[in-house]
Structures are given as structure tokens and as C-alpha cells.
């Protein structure tokens, strides 16, 4: 069985930066498929936000390009979400999945975290 425990988040004004972390308790052999997604407020949908798939390559959605940077710490068993220039429109809710597809189904899912982003 896995946890995914996650923190950082909270509001920001547009612009600013704010950091994810998730840590895995439990045993996880390995940190493919593992990174973040988010749901906008009205949405079902879990959208794919940046998550390892295997080893070291990484899967990006476009509007995170050139502003999101995922990477993980393999001793604390963490996987980090570095966001800059945040904007409004990122405003939702982040969770942090293990195992899942890239539509956002399956896995190990994290409680999930808040973003605020006012303008």
C-alpha cells in the first residue's frame, strides 16, 4: 500500500511561484509514473499537469511548459512541483498520483492540494 502525503500550495498573487511536494510513504520501487495532475473547479477531469514516466524522461503538459518544473529527491522519496510565473487559469486543485494513466485514472492518488492564483 502507498501514501502520497502532499504539501506546499496555498494562494499567490499572479506572477509569483509556489512549490508542490509529495512524499510516497511506503515502499515504491521506482518513481515512473509519478507526478502531478489537476482539477479546475466545475471539472471532473483530472488533467495531467507533469509527472516522470519512466527513468528520467518526463511528461509535460503544454501550459506548464517553461513555467513547471517537476523533480524528484529519491532518498526522501519526494517528488517536487516548481511553479513560476503562476496565472489565474492555474488555479485548481493538484493531486499527486503513482501508477496512474495519463488521462488522469488509475494509480495511487494524494488527498490533494489547493492553488489559488488571483489576479
Known amino acids: 500500500q502507498v501514501q502520497l502525503v502532499e504539501s506546499g500550495g496555498g494562494s499567490a498573487q499572479a506572477g509569483t511561484s509556489l512549490r508542490l511536494s509529495c512524499q510516497a510513504v511506503g515502499i515504491i520501487p521506482n518513481f515512473d509514473r509519478m507526478g502531478w495532475f489537476r482539477q479546475s473547479a466545475g471539472k471532473q477531469q483530472r488533467d495531467l499537469v507533469a509527472?516522470?514516466?519512466?527513468?528520467?524522461?518526463?511528461d509535460v503538459a503544454d501550459f506548464a511548459k517553461g513555467r513547471f518544473i517537476i523533480s524528484k529527491d529519491i532518498g526522501a522519496h519526494t517528488v517536487h512541483l516548481q511553479m513560476d510565473n503562476l496565472q489565474p487559469e492555474d488555479t485548481g486543485r493538484y493531486y499527486c498520483?503513482?501508477?496512474?494513466?495519463?488521462?488522469?485514472?488509475?494509480?495511487?492518488w494524494g488527498e490533494g492540494i489547493q492553488v489559488t492564483v488571483s489576479a
Open positions: 509527472r516522470f514516466t519512466t527513468g528520467e524522461d518526463i
Open positions: 498520483n503513482k501508477g496512474g494513466a495519463r488521462r488522469g485514472v488509475g494509480g495511487y
